[in-house]
Each structure stands twice: as structure tokens, then as C-alpha cells.
């Protein structure tokens, strides 16, 4: 069974930036597993952030970045605002009859 | 504007079955790939089910194959995920998304499914 493993937790400061990463048991996250971030507030659905490993939807702020560090996916937030503390989930492409596998998110507490 | 919203969920002891449906509007829905994800009450994402835009081809996670059923009706822009034999590690928020280049986008609000004596 695939897991894709995430930092449980993170604690950043307002205006700090902050690292999350996405790993496969499979191996190295490339570009081909396509990671799609997203995240998740309290009581609220799901806002995809980045698809495509580094690609931002119109409504996705200038501070969120994706990239591959690695390994890994990532996704890096610069200049930190109070209201980016979420839970943040990356999903990765791995076709065949299962596709998708989300990872087990990461709490964001900024503080 | 897309949006996409969510019915059919609620309280059915384990065996039972629901069906959801997903109506969306905003968005030309015969040409997209669609997905259920659900969430378990505390608990993280984790994805269901996913359809072609013309509901020839589907998936299913391990967990649900040969219970649950995604299919659609385009001419009514609705999705829908039929849940046969539901258990109680079925409780979840569960979330209709649209697929989107190798992801997903947009997101309905979700409805709660309670699997329960």
C-alpha cells in the first residue's frame, strides 16, 4: 500500500517562511506525480492551492510556492500571515486503478 | 462561477446503503473528470472514486471496490456515489471535486454520512 508521508506539524512565526514537504513510499516525488496542494481550515472544505507541482490557481496567494526539494514536493510559504494557520494536505499521481493518494496533512500553527 | 453542492448524506446502520449526488453548475460539466474524496471526522483526506467525463472509465480505492458505485448523468450535471454495505469506518464528510489537470480544483461543501447503530 503507497503512503505519502507528510510533517504531522509546523510552527512558524508571522512573516517567517515555513517549508512543507510531501514524500512517497515509492521513492523520489517527480514531476510526474504531478503534487497538488491543499489547504484546509477549520469546519471548511478543501482549497487547492498548487496542481502541477509548482502551478498556482488565480485565486492562490503570491506567498504559496511549490517545487520538488529532493526527494520531495514541496510547498513554501513566504511572509506568513496569521491567516494561513490550516491543515495542509499534498495528493500525488500514481495512476493505474488507485491514482491518487493524499498525504496525512500537516498542521500549520503560526505563532 | 463553479460551484458544486452536495445531498444524500445522513444517519444508516452499518449495511445499509445511500446514495449521494453532486450537482454542479458554473462549469461545463461533460468534459470534466470527477472525484469523491471523504474525510473521517479528525481524521485527513483521502480519495474515493474518480469518473471519465463520459462515465466510461472509474476507479475506486481499495476500501470501497465493490461496494460503492460512482457514476454521473450530464444531462443533468450530477454526480453521484451509490454505497452499498456501508460500515461503520464509512462515517465520513464526503466531498465531490472536479478534476483538474492531475489534481482537483473546485470543492463542494460536503455532506456527512453517519454510519451508526
Known amino acids: 500500500q503507497t503512503v505519502v508521508t507528510q510533517e504531522p506539524s509546523l510552527t512558524v512565526s508571522p512573516g517567517g517562511t515555513v517549508t512543507l514537504t510531501c514524500a512517497s513510499s515509492t521513492g523520489a516525488v517527480t514531476s510526474g506525480y504531478y503534487p497538488n496542494w491543499f489547504q484546509q481550515k477549520p469546519g471548511q472544505a478543501p482549497r487547492a492551492l498548487i496542481y502541477?507541482?509548482?502551478n498556482k490557481y488565480s485565486w492562490t496567494p503570491a506567498r504559496f510556492s511549490g517545487s520538488l526539494l529532493g526527494a520531495k514536493a514541496a510547498l513554501t510559504l513566504s511572509g506568513v500571515q496569521p491567516e494561513d494557520e490550516a491543515e495542509y494536505y499534498c495528493l500525488l499521481y500514481y495512476g493505474g486503478a488507485q491514482p491518487w493518494v493524499f498525504g496525512g496533512g500537516t498542521k500549520l500553527t503560526v505563532l | 462561477e463553479v460551484q458544486l453542492v452536495e445531498s444524500g448524506g445522513g444517519l444508516v446502520q452499518p449495511g445499509g446503503s445511500l446514495r449521494l449526488s453532486c450537482a454542479a453548475s458554473g462549469l461545463t460539466f461533460n468534459t470534466y473528470w470527477m472525484h469523491w474524496v471523504r474525510q473521517a471526522p479528525g481524521k485527513g483526506l483521502v480519495w474515493v472514486s474518480q469518473i471519465n467525463s463520459d462515465g466510461t472509465n472509474t476507479n475506486y480505492a481499495d476500501s470501497v471496490k465493490g461496494r460503492f458505485t460512482i457514476s454521473r448523468d450530464n444531462a443533468k450535471n450530477t454526480l453521484y456515489l451509490q454505497m452499498n454495505s456501508l460500515r461503520v469506518e464509512d462515517t465520513a464528510m464526503y466531498y465531490c471535486?472536479?478534476?483538474?489537470?492531475?489534481?482537483?480544483?473546485?470543492w463542494g461543501q460536503g455532506t456527512l454520512v453517519t454510519v451508526s447503530s
Open positions: 471535486t472536479r478534476g483538474y489537470y492531475y489534481g482537483t480544483d473546485y
Open positions: 502541477s507541482t509548482s
